[in-house]
């Protein structure tokens, strides 16, 4: 069974950076699309963007420029940064498993709530 | 793309037929995906490709649709349904999400 689980800073203040781990177990690591996702009151759902074993990413043009998805094969781990977090990326983010690109998301994280406040 | 949903709530009873509607702002194929979610809990994957049951998801639940329009249908109302249900098109980058259609009692 496909298992992800994350772990991450929950309260941040304005303008430092979010990083977020999420590890995968169960299931291979290879052939598939991982995805970071966000929950906020304000915004809904939001994707965040993805990235494949070859290290290929795509991201949201709203957050691209913040945005960094990375991958660590060796440890069946992907990671989210985000830089300059301001109030208005308070949410919960939860990182995700697509079978391939242009997939839905079977798989999910139990989700972190992210707080930035001064 | 946009996608919008209608009802953005609903309520109704057990045992009801209940149909939620996702329009995209342009042409999606059938890239759409249809997920369920209870409070403090991930999304949970329905139905793919617009009309593709997941494995393990309840008979009572279908999608159909094509283009920019699309449905889900619940046939007959269960306590466990009771649920927010978002709409997602994979279809081009970025990916979106609608905005959710929340059934209650």
């Known amino acids: 069974q496909v298992q992800l689980h994350q772990w991450g800073a929950g309260l941040l203040k304005p303008s430092e950076t979010l990083s977020l781990t999420c590890n995968v177990s169960?299931?291979?690591?290879?052939?598939?699309?991982w995805n970071w996702i966000r929950q906020s009151a304000g915004k809904g759902l939001e994707w965040i963007g993805e990235?494949?074993?070859?290290?290929?990413?795509n991201y949201n043009p709203s957050l691209k420029s913040r945005v960094t998805i990375s991958l660590d094969t060796s440890k069946n781990q992907f990671s989210l940064k985000v830089t300059s977090m301001t109030a208005a990326d308070t949410a919960v983010y939860y990182c995700?498993?697509?079978?391939?690109?242009?997939?839905?998301?079977?798989?999910w994280s139990q989700g972190t709530l992210v707080t930035v406040s001064s | 793309i946009q996608l919008t949903q209608s009802p953005s709530s609903l309520s109704a009873s057990v045992g009801d037929r209940v149909t939620i509607t996702c329009r995209a702002s342009?042409?999606?194929?059938?890239?759409l995906a249809w997920y369920q979610q209870k409070p403090g809990e991930a999304p949970k994957l329905l139905i793919y490709?617009?009309?593709i049951l997941q494995s393990e998801v309840p008979l009572r639940f279908s999608g159909s649709g094509s283009g920019t329009d699309f449905t889900l249908t619940i046939s007959s109302l269960q306590p466990a349904d009771f649920a927010t249900y978002y709409c997602?098109?994979?279809?081009?980058?970025?990916?979106?999400f609608g905005p959710g259609t929340i059934v209650d009692i």
């Open positions: 990235i494949n074993l070859s290290g290929s990413t």
């Open positions: 342009q042409g999606i194929s059938n890239y």
């Open positions: 995700a498993r697509a079978y391939s690109s242009r997939s839905p998301l079977l798989y």
């Open positions: 997602q098109q994979v279809n081009a980058f970025p990916f979106t």
């Open positions: 490709a617009a009309s």
């Open positions: 169960g299931g291979s690591f290879s052939y598939h699309y």
